[in-house]
């Protein structure tokens, strides 16, 4: 497990990769993605507001994901994903079966927090 890699990051690497908490206000079916997939706005506090598509159907629902706080890159630029441009990317793990979880703050934590 020591063994290293040809896309081994630098410290100053690590350190552009721009990761905040943000809550979900609202989550609805993405029918115009190519793979199934839920649009979200995502509160990021003083860093503002900011839309995003993530393939996380599998393991819930619009519903429940209204509220939860989550992890998400907000420093890539906005990629066009079907009919509306994303402006973060939210983190999750990768399941055996492709499904994603995603990764959430053990604790409430105000919105805009930089993970580090």
Known sequence: MDEKTS???????FTKVEMRI???????VFEEARN??????????????RKTSAQITDLYTPKE????QVVAVVNFPPKQIATMMS??????????????TL?????????GTRIG
């Open 7 to 13: 896309n081994e990051l630098t410290w100053s690497d």
């Open 22 to 28: 943000g809550t979900i206000l609202e989550a609805e």
């Open 36 to 49: 199934p997939a839920y649009k979200m706005i995502i509160d990021f506090g003083a860093v503002g507001k």
């Open 65 to 68: 994901l209204i509220g939860k």
């Open 87 to 100: 402006e973060c990317l939210v983190l999750g793990g990768i399941g055996q079966n492709k499904e994603i």
């Open 103 to 111: 990764l959430q703050p053990e604790r409430s934590i105000e919105n």
